[in-house]
């Protein structure tokens, strides 16, 4: 199993290898909680040292509301410190596309 070994990442994968998709574009809490009133995501957690891991499509709200939304950094290129969120981790959020079903957000963790 493939794990990650620097953020940012350049690329992502899943069981079955490399994901045909690109980054688009850094979010926001604004632009992500607006995204997820339009359709529902699949969140992909990149935490340096262990493999990527993707959180089931029908579970986005839920994990949006319980994990998301108390460790992500506002605005990610204004700068920021993982010890000022609970747990002294933080997540920055990047949209992805490509040829995908589901469109994918990125969480970067920080700590």
């Known amino acids: 199993m493939r794990t990650v070994s620097e953020i940012p990442l350049t690329r992502l994968w899943d069981a079955t290898g490399d994901v045909e998709a690109t980054r688009e574009r850094f979010l926001t809490r604004d632009l992500l909680h607006e995204m997820l009133r339009s359709?529902?995501?699949?969140f992909v957690i990149a935490d340096v040292g262990h493999p990527l891991?993707?959180?089931e499509v029908a579970r986005c709200y839920?994990?949006?509301?319980?994990e998301v939304v108390r460790h992500l950094v506002n605005d990610p290129q204004a700068g920021f410190r993982p010890e000022e969120f609970p747990g002294e981790y933080a997540y920055c959020a990047s949209e992805w596309s490509g040829e995908l079903q589901t469109p994918i957000v990125l969480l970067e963790k920080y700590h």
């Not at 839920?62 to 319980?66: A, L, M, Q, V």
């Open 39 to 42: 359709y529902p995501v699949e």
């Open 53 to 55: 891991r993707h959180v």
């Open 62 to 66: 839920e994990f949006w509301k319980s």
